[in-house]
């Protein structure tokens, strides 16, 4: 399709003339069947809502095709109006606008919905199981449409995925503020996001999703090889051998573990049940050999072992099997972790063992009720294998996916004595610690030329500024400077990009305006082409998730979700171009609050002054928090900020003493 089709569609949204019923697409990877749990009234609710796009005389032919969806597929996705132009992120004069700061947003969306990129494109679902950008492919076309027609005096509001319209603002305001799974809290089980999404009035956004950052698995490589590299230097004032590293799930985000383990210097062994998943990785190189047999894998982990050789093996099959085989073996496992999705237990993101995958599928949808007791059942033998294995060392953290959380709801012996989980999350000893206290996250870019050699440049000048600021750091952030230097200097060798031209690497506040700042000059004289600068929200401020992000909190504060929702409140007074607030996002609908934010920058003295001022407080925010919450770190980390910014003012905390309080 030519510029000025493409164009043409963009700006007609909605397209008058009904397209083409579509094929259903058996090449490309679908989200799992659903059954919807709508009563008779309903259903007829969730047609009519679904009919409120499309103009009344094509109601007779769509209301059939709509139903058909709702009882096929547990919603109403409407694949006839998915376009058949390619959707990719392309350089931003592509997209038809009259704000470059809408077109932006527009490259953005593309990305997130690109063939090479998203889990499920034709259901809208960039990764994570259900992590959509839209509900239905009539809320992509319309918001197409109001970014390509809407200037840099109004704002796009969305609710969940549905464009609510374009409201006058003004230059400063954003151009779009998004909402995802917004709910009266009383409304936010698993069972009400079913609901009201196979209604079409809520969605599941995940965290990148729902706020078109996503920017392919860069992003997860990174913060996994982060962790892992952590995690094995805890262990290695034990001893200096090459550990091994036992773990699940080779989708969307999970696939990242054995590349993440290889830079990092691991042996590792993932195991996944679906064939697809695990060829995909193979073909990509991210695992170096797919195992079937338990018992030859043995015999190439030993190995592996004796010869010290950094490898990553694929095991297909379930991971119960693998740790249970592993034990029996007399293997000793140094870190273990989890990441199947079960942050959406029973509708396909966590497969018990003793059953095929095939039967598992065919299960979710006959027989819901017996599916989720198999599961239960198979948290506690999992939970069970993996104490045997603790209790000989192996230092087993929760990876974020609700591991924990699910195991205890099934009743698995995952609790100690003080009723607490037996295991960290990776955040508790980990991430919290080492990066979030300090105001270390995930800060990325897209560069909106789209070409290849402007990500070469601004790759360069990161590094220069973080080697200037190395040489100033205090001691506490030292090692993790050095590797996101380490980082930024091997990208090019592991050839991470997919989609869009897009980096990530961790900073605190200073590195991440120093970068930011050092972009907008190049971007105005002229060396590189606009950018997008933003984050995704497993990051110090920009999540309250009580058993992830804010996991290593432990004044009580880890339940509520204040941070979350002022993070976006002032990211967008200070100058976001959009901003996202979801429920959900990581370990699951209710369980989380997350904001994200997207940050244009031009070349313009506005954007030098939003990217100071809003970078500023979306990475304070956090550390005030987390300094309040007495965590050290926080606490040194603010106090070093106050010195810098005489206008910040943080209420810290007084340290009551441990031997006062004991008695009480
Ligand atoms: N900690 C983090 O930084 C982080 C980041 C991203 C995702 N997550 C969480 O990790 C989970 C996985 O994310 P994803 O995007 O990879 O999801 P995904 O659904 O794409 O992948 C999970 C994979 O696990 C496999 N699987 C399920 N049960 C299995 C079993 N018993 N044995 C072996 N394989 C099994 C599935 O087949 C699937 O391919 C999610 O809950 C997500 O929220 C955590």
């Not at 190439?300 to 950094?310: E, G, H, L, W, Y």
């Not at 003793?354 to 059942?377: D, G, H, M, R, W």
């Not at 294995?389 to 195991?407: M, P, Q, R, V």
């Not at 950018?531 to 880890?558: A, C, F, K, L, M």
Request: proline share 4%; aromatic share 10%; hydrophobic share 35%.
């Amino acid at each position: 399709m030519n510029q000025l089709d493409f164009f043409k569609h963009i700006k007609q949204g909605i397209p008058d003339k009904l397209p083409p019923k579509k094929k259903y697409n058996h090449s490309i990877s679908h989200a799992p069947l659903k059954k919807h749990n709508l009563s008779k009234d309903e259903e007829i609710i969730a047609l009519k809502n679904a009919l409120r796009y499309f103009p009344k005389k094509q109601h007779r032919v769509l209301i059939t095709e709509f139903k058909e969806e709702l009882d096929r597929f547990g919603k109403i996705y409407m694949y006839r109006f998915k376009p058949t132009y390619k959707i990719k992120a392309r350089d931003i004069n592509s997209f038809p606008h009259h704000s470059k700061e809408a077109a932006s947003i527009m490259l953005m969306i593309s990305n997130n919905l690109d063939h090479s990129v998203a889990q499920h494109p034709d259901e809208l679902i960039t990764y994570g199981g259900n992590g959509s950008v839209f509900q239905n492919w009539a809320q992509y076309l319309l918001t197409m449409r109001y970014l390509a027609e809407m200037t840099n005096k109004q704002t796009l509001v969305l609710y969940s995925g549905h464009p609510l319209g374009l409201f006058p603002s003004n230059q400063y305001a954003p151009r779009v503020v998004v909402t995802n799974g917004m709910m009266i809290p009383n409304y936010s089980q698993p069972t009400h996001l079913e609901k009201f999404n196979a209604l079409g009035v809520t969605q599941y956004g995940q965290m990148t999703a729902g706020s078109f950052m996503y920017i392919g698995p860069q992003g997860i490589v990174h913060g996994t090889t982060i962790t892992i590299l952590n995690a094995s230097r805890i262990l290695k004032k034990k001893s200096n051998d090459i550990k091994l590293f036992i773990s699940s799930g080779l989708g969307g985000m999970s696939g990242a573990q054995p590349k993440a383990a290889k830079i990092a210097g691991l042996i590792s062994v993932t195991a996944e049940v679906n064939k697809k998943a695990i060829q995909k990785r193979f073909q990509q190189g991210w695992i170096d050999e797919i195992a079937t047999d338990l018992n030859q894998l043995i015999r190439k982990i030993k190995r592996a072992k004796k010869n010290k050789q950094i490898i990553a093996f694929g095991f297909h099959g379930n991971v119960i099997d693998l740790w249970e085989k592993l034990y029996q073996e007399k293997i000793f496992v140094d870190i273990g972790s989890d990441q199947t999705s079960l942050h959406n237990p029973f509708h396909g993101g966590y497969y018990p063992n003793k059953i095929s995958f095939t039967e598992a599928n065919s299960l979710i949808k006959k027989n819901p009720a017996k599916f989720k007791t198999l599961v239960q059942q198979a948290l506690k033998n999992h939970v069970n294998i993996i104490n045997k294995h603790s209790k000989k060392g192996t230092y087993f953290f929760d990876y974020g996916n609700a591991f924990l959380l699910e195991a205890s709801r099934a009743k698995a012996n995952i609790l100690n004595n003080d009723g607490g989980f037996r295991y960290p999350s990776y955040v508790q000893d980990i991430m919290g610690p080492l990066c979030f206290d300090y105001g270390f996250g995930p800060f990325r870019w897209v560069c909106l030329s789209n070409k290849k050699s402007d990500l070469e440049k601004t790759d360069k000048i990161a590094e220069t500024v973080l080697k200037k600021l190395l040489k100033t750091a205090s001691n506490d952030i030292q090692e993790q400077m050095q590797d996101n230097i380490n980082w930024i200097k091997s990208v090019k060798k592991n050839k991470l990009v997919v989609g869009s031209q897009s980096r990530i690497l961790y900073a605190d506040s200073n590195g991440r305006i120093a970068i930011a700042n050092a972009f907008n000059q190049a971007i105005k004289e002229g060396e590189i082409g606009p950018i997008i600068i933003g984050r995704d929200h497993h990051d110090v401020s920009g999540t309250d998730s009580p058993y992830r992000e804010t996991s290593n909190i432990y004044d009580g504060s880890q339940f509520t979700a204040d941070m979350a929702i002022h993070n976006v409140i002032g990211d967008s007074f200070r100058g976001a171009t959009w901003v996202s607030i979801h429920n959900g996002g990581g370990v699951g609908w209710g369980e989380v609050i997350n904001g994200g934010f997207g940050l244009l920058l031009d070349g313009t003295l506005k954007a030098t002054q939003s990217l100071k001022s809003m970078l500023h407080w979306d990475v304070n925010n956090g550390i005030a928090r987390r300094s309040w919450a007495r965590n050290i770190g926080a606490i040194q980390a603010m106090k070093q900020a106050m010195k810098q910014e005489k206008l910040l003012k943080v209420t810290l905390p007084n340290i009551v003493d441990d031997e006062l309080i004991k008695g009480f």
